[in-house]
């Protein structure tokens, strides 16, 4: 229960390209209201981290998004990114360097993905070739593929596949600031654990610093290195590392959010990552399906793993389905039950017992094949959580919030 897959190392801050953001007692009172929305929040977000935005509907939880970037203009406080006080600066320009994603990507449906994905370039001025670099380098990073993908229209992608451009719209200038607002909302559940292990991954690689507000207590504990947990006028309840407020909610505010079975909702902090994984015979399209089949027995293997040019799972047929073809085929089998390394063992057990393999397939980075997990070594994880927590998981903290205080 140390740490979550994107906790900070320590002493590797060389690597973080995102920036602090620090509020200073800021209020937002929208004309006609008696109370503020928000009501002088003081939150320091530490650079390079993931911080979740958590709280009931109303609580004013996008509005603290929002003004963030402006927006919505503060009615009083300070904001500040980094070293900047960018409360009085010109709104558009914050804008350029802070990436913003909403439910559904928020793509403008009369551009292709290419020309969403190059607004604000464009608005930097950047030269053709650059930004066409720039998209492709970024479809890589949200995994579509560029030639494919590139001059569709939204209205010819899937909720994910949106979403995902939405996020590589947001990066496509290297901001160091990335604000998400409530952004798997609008999908299934399942695309929604990918979108979000996806997330997860983008963000081992590119270190920003990026808020997101959801109304999902089991997605902050999973995306979450830090929770902030609002109530009405975004009244900071606790601010704290997502095993620290499972294991000592601040009040029964906390615990009724956080809901019944803290204890299992643990099991959304381990990983894939974190447990051994099994090797398995691979394969590649076009090979003869009886020499796979024999490499399949001789290993007492149940299944081999087809994979195509980039080492990408694409077929997990039996032994069973390899006795009935004579070759390969180069097709993906969108049945292929697949997790990332970032995925939990929650997801990794959900996407076993919709496919009924009893085990599935782990990617890594840009979706390359790692090893197979099986329902035996989920299990056994899931039993050592359930004693764990049981236990005093306290003792000191991923970090400090001493910097945060209370107002109001
Ligand atoms: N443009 C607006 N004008 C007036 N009141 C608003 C406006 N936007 C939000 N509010 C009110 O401010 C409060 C906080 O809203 P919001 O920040 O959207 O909450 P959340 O995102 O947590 O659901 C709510 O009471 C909402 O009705
Ligand atoms: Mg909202």
């Known amino acids: 229960m140390s740490d979550t897959a994107t906790a900070l190392p320590q002493g590797d801050e060389s690597q973080i390209t995102g920036k602090s953001i620090r509020l200073e007692g800021v209020t937002k009172r929208y004309p006609g209201q008696t109370t503020p929305a928000v009501d002088g929040v003081t939150l320091e977000i530490p650079a390079g981290q993931v911080v979740m935005l958590v709280g009931p509907s109303g609580c004013g939880k996008t509005t603290t998004l929002k003004m963030i970037n402006r927006l919505i203009e503060p009615t009083d406080g300070r904001i500040v990114l980094g070293d900047e006080d960018v409360t009085d600066i010109d709104g558009d320009q914050l804008r350029r360097r802070i990436g913003y994603v909403i439910q559904a990507g928020g793509l403008f449906p009369h551009m292709t993905v290419a020309q969403n994905i190059a607004i604000v370039p464009k608005m930097l001025g950047w030269d053709a070739q650059r930004i066409e670099e720039r998209t492709t380098e970024l479809l890589d990073l949200v995994s579509l593929d560029p030639d494919t993908y590139r001059d569709r229209y939204p209205k010819e992608l899937s909720g994910g596949q949106q979403q995902r451009v939405g996020v590589a719209r947001a990066l496509a ?236």
């Not at 920003?208 to 089991?218: A, G, P, S």
């Not at 601040?250 to 079975?261: N, R, T």
């Not at 081999?304 to 997990?316: K, Q, S």
């Open 173 to 408: 200038a290297d901001p160091p600031v990335l604000l998400m607002d409530e952004p798997f909302g609008a999908v299934d559940p399942i695309t929604r654990q990918r979108l979000q292990d996806e997330l997860i991954r983008i963000q081992h690689e590119l270190r920003k610093t990026i808020v997101i507000v959801t109304h999902d207590f089991d997605e902050a504990v999973k995306l979450g290195d830090w929770i902030v947990i609002f109530r009405e006028g975004a009244q900071i309840v606790q601010y704290d590392t997502p095993e620290r407020i499972l294991a000592e909610p601040a009040d029964e505010f906390v615990e009724s959010f956080i809901g019944s079975g803290a204890g299992l909702k643990q099991l959304n902090l381990r990983r894939v990552r974190d447990v051994e994984l099994r090797e398995a015979v691979t394969a590649r399209p076009g090979e003869a399906a009886a020499d796979v089949l024999a490499r399949v027995e001789q290993a007492k293997h149940g299944h081999a793993v087809i994979l195509d040019e980039r080492d990408r799972p694409i077929g997990w047929p039996s032994r069973r389905q390899l006795s009935r073809l004579t070759t390969l085929a180069d097709a993906v089998d969108e049945t292929t039950p697949i997790v990332g390394q970032d995925a939990t063992l929650n997801d990794a057990l959900d996407e076993m017992l919709v496919s009924s393999a009893g085990a599935a397939i782990v990617t890594g980075r840009r979706g390359v094949f790692v090893g197979v997990i099986t329902v035996e070594v989920v299990m056994e994880a899931i039993r050592a959580v359930r004693d764990a927590a049981g236990d005093d998981i306290g003792g000191a903290p991923v970090g400090t919030n001493a910097e945060v205080t209370q107002d109001g």
